[in-house]
């Protein structure tokens, strides 16, 4: 299991590096296309990899007979992370978006923003929150 929290950790920590670029980018008043969409295409590749790793984790967790508070604070954190690369993705598109057309405006950032933040904008988000809810299913059902 050190193994994969190790693992995990390294992967959050490439994401928290696209992520910090991407601020900066995002800062910027006329960054590249071509860069935003560099940093969107790795951050999705960092996000399925976080996502892989979560399951790995999760996986292992549950042969561990984990309390429900252990758990808990588990789907918390992977919740608040991924929550924190959908957004940063929501808002480098929408800044692609603007860059490709400089006259037009973007169609409501800040609502797209709350749609991915909330994990409905997401099949990822939505497989990764079935997959929570059939742990917890999992967990009570062999208690009972």
């Known amino acids: 299991m ?8 390294v992967i959050r920590s490439k994401a928290t590096r696209i992520l910090n670029k991407a601020t900066t980018a995002l800062d910027e008043e006329n960054t590249d296309v071509e860069v935003i969409q560099s940093l969107i295409n790795r951050l999705e590749v960092e996000q399925e990899n976080l996502n892989e790793a979560n399951k790995a984790l999760m996986d292992t967790l549950i042969d561990m007979d ?5 758990i808990e604070m588990g789907i918390t954190s992977v919740e608040e992370y991924d929550d924190k690369i959908a957004i940063g993705l929501s808002r ?10 400089p006259g037009s405006r973007p169609a409501s950032p ?5 749609s991915t ?8 988000s939505k497989k ?3 997959d929570c809810l059939k742990l917890k299913l999992k967990l009570l059902t062999e208690r009972f």
Do not use: C, F, W
């Open 2 to 9: 050190d193994r994969l929290v190790l693992q995990r950790g």
């Open 66 to 70: 984990p309390s429900q508070e252990d």
């Open 92 to 101: 480098l598109r929408a800044k692609a978006k603007k860059n490709v057309n």
């Open 110 to 114: 800040v609502a797209s923003e709350y």
């Open 117 to 124: 933040a909330s994990g409905m904008g997401s099949s990822t």
């Open 128 to 130: 990764r929150h079935i």
